[in-house]
């Protein structure tokens, strides 16, 4: 009998260690022949711990599964919490999934089980289309980082092959600290060979011989996964010299955040691998001709370089024929917060803000009304239900007065009071701030006190108004966007959340 | 749990050898620092800036940027309760509130008895069985004020 129980860290946060060894402590009385496999998770979080039992039909589900369940689970019966075949639950089977093909189904350490679900296929047609050909592809994808900035993967991977140095490096920032997001945590943890290959792709394409992952200290499980994923292809030659017999040479080394957030701004992160404290380079020069140790450096999200193996294992057609518009591909969209159905849907772009969290999250998970959704983390804007209609896609959200940023989504229900969460990113930024620029530096304190004086109800009319400049200054005055978003979530929460301010309802104003 | 060293120069140097050989060392000899000591302590920044050639000022300016690295141990063990958006929306402020007022800490506070450090924490990944927090290193979801007293009890 073989039974499939996640070792992904949300999954283990629910209890799906104690699930596995009750498996298997159960399949011994029993003298059932268990073969347990630690897969990485589906992504559908509310039915962690979800196990999974092969059949001749396919993958039945159980979950969210506890101790109580594995004797039910072994004999067929736990009907409570029978699922089904897992790839017929509408959550999964309503998604394109690219990046995460593979997410629940294989062992994320296991090379041949990469391997057997098309790993590595990307990297040999990469190898063969030659550095041009790949970038060319890369390009043609329309894939945009997946970060947040959106800016065109393919012309920076361009500009980086075009640069003239003896020394450039790959960079994966995999510091994903947006609150409401753990899709690169899920690549990391549950699919580590992905992130390899398409940084290895990378290194290929662009003639740069050194990669760094660097990884937040918060991801212990995704640090361990990547360390050992890493020494694993060292071991059968997919990094080091010489790959698949190319000629082409790539190491990779993992380093860890210290619990610093504005280390996820790139520059800042640069820095912080260079040793120093983490604050942010003005630019330009771009990192893509002066980046890490003054060298052309390719940076890129975690998400956007597991996007790669895919469009060069099935062209950049297979990949650009998702999506709408300028925002072409899949997204892995992360329903996060207060929701009945939270977890990882990847889908093309074009798909409304609404059906993402109504119809596929289900509202909320206390059941009460949802009142704002926050899109694109700490420095996203808040969406009330008025604007559900919004597509998802980069230039619509930009066109609301929002950001797709690194795919959040962050649910709150009527309880939550808008005015506490625009103090609140006012403060986070006071807290994260590298304090290079002013606005971001000072701007961020006082613009706490204001939003408490407003809370309080001194002056308010008045405070309303400073709040609004000091937005403003923030916006255009940063230097990154820790500072030039934080203006997002404040001003859309007081734009239309105007009662959680005072007694006034105020004009809506175009953010 | 960890069990760590009292400050030791010579462990010191031992620990920053092998890595002085790798692009940007000084993060990593931090972290391997505060892996061993449980803390990086003032006496470590003149040792690590003469090997990299760095000012004091240079080594403590880093040093202090990263909310990581302690400049006193925590207690034997750490827990970190997130309080980042989404887990606010399923009631986190609240709890962690009531838990520090449970234990009589404020927020990075450590039990009389040095058993348990309690702080915040700005998002774990686990923004989809919300809320969380991480014991030990160990990662905990769903809690609420009774599993999460719990936690800091068992631990």
Redesign the interface.
Known sequence: MKVFVPRD??A???GAERVAQALSRVAAEKGIDLTLVRTSSRGL??L?PLVEVETPQGRIGYGPATVADAEGILDGGAAAIALGLVEEIPFLKRQNRLTFARAGITDPLSLADYRAHGGYKGLERALSLGGAGTVDEVKRSGLRGRGGAGFPTGIKWDTVARAASPRKYIVCNAD???????A??MVMEGDPFLLIEGMTIAGAATGAT?GFVYIR??????IAAMEQAIATARQERLLGADILGSGVSFDL?V???????VCGEETALLE????????VRAKPPIPALRGL?GQPTMINNTLSFAAIPFILAEGAQAYADFGMGRSRGTMPV??????KH???FETGFGITLGELVEDIGGGT?TGRPLRAV?AGG?LGAYFPPSLFGTPYDYEAFTAAGGLVGHG?L????DT?DMAR?AR?AME?CAL?S?GKCTPCRIGSTRGTEVIDRIIADRDRAANITVLRDLCETLKFGSLCALGGFTPYPVMSALTYFPEDFGATPLPLAAE | MHAYRAWDPARAEEIMGPLLALEGPLLPILHALQGEFGHVPEAAVPMVAARLNLTRAEVHGVVSFYHDFRAAPAGRHVLRVCQAEACQSMGATRQFADLLAQLGLDAGGTTPDGRLTVEPIYCLGLCATAPAALLDGEPHGRLDAGRLSELAAAA
């Open positions: 860290a949300a283990i946060a629910v979080f509310w962690e994903e600290g947006d609150s409401g997001t753990f690169d945590r050194k200290s918060e991801y212990p499980h995704g080394e380093r860890v955040g210290a619990g610093a957030y912080s691998i260079e040793g120093k404290r983490g604050q140790f992360q329903i996060a917060g207060n929701v939270g977890g990882l998970a926050q700490p959040g962050v649910l709150f229900d939550v969460m609140f986070f994260e590298c």
